[in-house]
């Protein structure tokens, strides 16, 4: 069965625009820098992190040797949202092809599910596009824990935001990665 990539984006557009109206269009919440789509390695769950200036602030300022670490550490932050209705999606798709997502002989993850994967991460990075042209002001990014390695990080950061975020996220990415 395929993944259907339509429906993923559409719930995704739809996640991102309710998060974005509740904690960035309100008038008191304007101080959010940073969010990031956040998949589990499992890629049975997604969900938005994100962080406020206040936040950042109050653990740390810039030129402290631990700030580059507050700012970019997804573990750090604030404010956690996990959304049920497309972790359903993910975590049906993923029960619904266990024999395709597995190898049966040594019970590892098959190529078909890094396939899977780079599809989830890449419909994420299409959507925040829109939503960085929308919110310019806003860093984005994409994460999943104890896969991305360094350059792959970079990669996606890369593609989703500025050069000035971009130079400064690479020469700190060792701080918090």
Known sequence: MEFNTEVFTSELTDYLTSFCDSWINKKDNQDIYIISIDISD???????IANTLDNLNSQSRYGDDDYFYYKYCEDEWEIYDTSDEISKLMDDHITNNYEKFHESSTDRYSDAFYKYGEI???SCVDTLKIFKAKYPDVIFNVN???TFDED???RIFSALNDDTSVKEYSEHIEDFA
């Open 42 to 48: 499992s890629l049975r769950s997604i969900g938005l």
């Open 152 to 154: 792959e990080r970079i």
């Open 144 to 146: 999943m824990r104890d």
């Open 120 to 122: 989830i991460v890449d």
